[in-house]
């Protein structure tokens, strides 16, 4: 069963919302300052802890989402450049010299 801590006078309850001992009232019994109880075993952030709040996410950029969107090359297309190559021996190079020698061929770009 989950437990709620005060975390300004550290009672203990089975229940989430406001600790009655720490919550600020006015004289007629509204809400000045609230204390919230949090969960029993769960860190608190504050600002001092080094945590960043921030999603660790890389935002999608254009370029980002044109490369997934790009269609991909069916089996057929991939053996006939692979073999294009292999023709060529080509082994060892960059990416660049591949792609020249498909477009040299005469074959779709990568």
């Known amino acids: 069963m989950k437990m709620y801590i005060c975390p300004q006078c550290d009672e203990e309850v089975r229940f989430k919302g406001l600790c009655r001992t720490c919550t600020e009232y006015d ?15 769960k860190h608190i952030h504050d600002e001092n802890c080094g945590h960043n709040h921030e999603p660790l996410q890389n935002k999608l950029t254009a370029e980002m989402f044109r490369q997934r969107r790009r269609p991909k090359l069916s089996k057929k297309q ?7 190559l292999t023709d060529n021996n080509f082994t060892d190079g960059t990416v660049d010299e591949a792609r020249q020698i498909l477009l040299n061929h005469g074959g779709e770009e990568e």
């Open 78 to 84: 991939m053996a006939n450049y692979h073999q294009v």
């Open 27 to 41: 004289s007629e019994g509204g809400i000045v300052k609230a204390v919230r109880r949090e969960e029993a075993g």
